[in-house]
């Protein structure tokens, strides 16, 4: 069963991601004190008095407003309301109320949701400020002081929302889906392909680079699996993050690939491939991931005969240091072959979790030393006398031998590859760790 949800939404500046971080318990949504910060929806489960929901951040609404970020803005605002089963709209009592606030109440009042009203900002410890009682004119009900920066109040007001939710029996847990986070350069497409496979616009699309500054979640079911995609920031250079606003986001996409199972590379079929790209993608393949390499915007190229074999030699010789990751060439635009990413991401999850059996595993180790003798070095000889699997995602396989030093580099590579040539792990990066059984060769 689903989790209840509760949307914070109002106008910006108000504190909603600072109480949104304060109600999770950690710095999840950004928080700076400039307008605006905060744009597509950024969701986090909450727990009060044993009961666990869904805490939905979202943007400032400004009804009027006929910026474009501000207005799509607006827009992932109304889409939250439109799901949540409450709708906690925070005010700032420094501020008073605005005519913003009083076009957003009545937003609110129109939706027929439950509204708990929260006036933040209230950073005094005692009896509430006469200015509180103002907020009553919004037609909401009991107003509830709060401090986001401190928490003074937060349970009164936790305990309000949790009044407004439906009953449910005992939650159950759902299978556990594969985590997808899909990452790349700013404007190369991640959020236009997020919101082709969803079927709505989940995530704010721009032609200005940066426009997505949250990674935010989005969940899909389908005959596939289950899937939770995580649409991140652009990562751009070190030197070109100028601000606190886009080095917070750099920081939030690295860790959405932390917490995700499979990475997806968006490139930019226009512009090609990038030293950015490879760092980006370096990233996922540092931290075990599986990878995929998206070619996003493939309607944009002319086509010959052998365009796409062309184009996915060359981008295998720049990505040679993970010779392991498929290539799909997608248009978000036209939504071609974006239905192929999730057969793909769930093979290549599966890839990753992939575990081999010690029996097998040394049967290919016995065939590849066979094949090609191992290395030697002033007479001694690299024994290798057995190979397990120590861990999955990635797989981990650990070598006994005689000398580490003996096992080089070179060699490491070859008895990967007769294990991918076996048993395939595509998509999957691979770990080899070598440690030494005996001394017996030692003089």
Known sequence: MALPVAAIVGRPNVGKSTLFNKLIGQRLSIVEDTPGVTRDRIYAKCEWLSREFMLVDTGGIEPDSSDVILAQMRRQAQVAMERADVILFVTDIRSGITASDADVAAMLLKSGKPVVLCVNKCDTLGAPPPELYEFYNLGLGEPFPVSSVHGHGTGDLLDEVCKHFPDAEALQEDEEAIRVAVIGKPNAGKSSIINRICGEERAIVSEIAGTTRDATDTEIENEAGKFVFIDTAGLRKKSKVL????????????????????????????????????????????????????????????????????????????????????????????GKRVDRLFELIKFVADQNAMRISTGKLNEVLSYATSRVQPPSDKGRRLKIYYMTQAATKPPTFVCFVNRKELFHFSYQRYIENQIRETFGLEGTPVRMIIRERSTDDVK
């Not at 990475?263 to 512009?271: L, R, T």
């Not at 993608?281 to 995929?292: D, L, Q, R, S, V």
């Not at 998206?294 to 309607?299: C, E, H, I, P, R």
């Open 243 to 334: 601000d606190n606003i886009e080095r917070y986001s750099v920081l939030r996409a690295y860790m959405a690939v932390d917490r995700a199972d499979v990475a997806v590379i968006v490139i930019d079929a226009a512009e090609g491939f990038t030293e950015q790209d490879s760092k980006v993608a370096g990233y996922a393949h540092e931290k075990g991931k599986g990878c995929i390499v998206a070619v996003n915007k493939w309607d944009l190229i002319e086509k010959e005969t052998n365009t796409m074999e062309d184009y996915r030699r060359d981008l295998a010789e720049k990505f040679s240091f993970m010779s392991y990751v498929p290539f799909v060439f997608v248009s978000a635009k036209t």
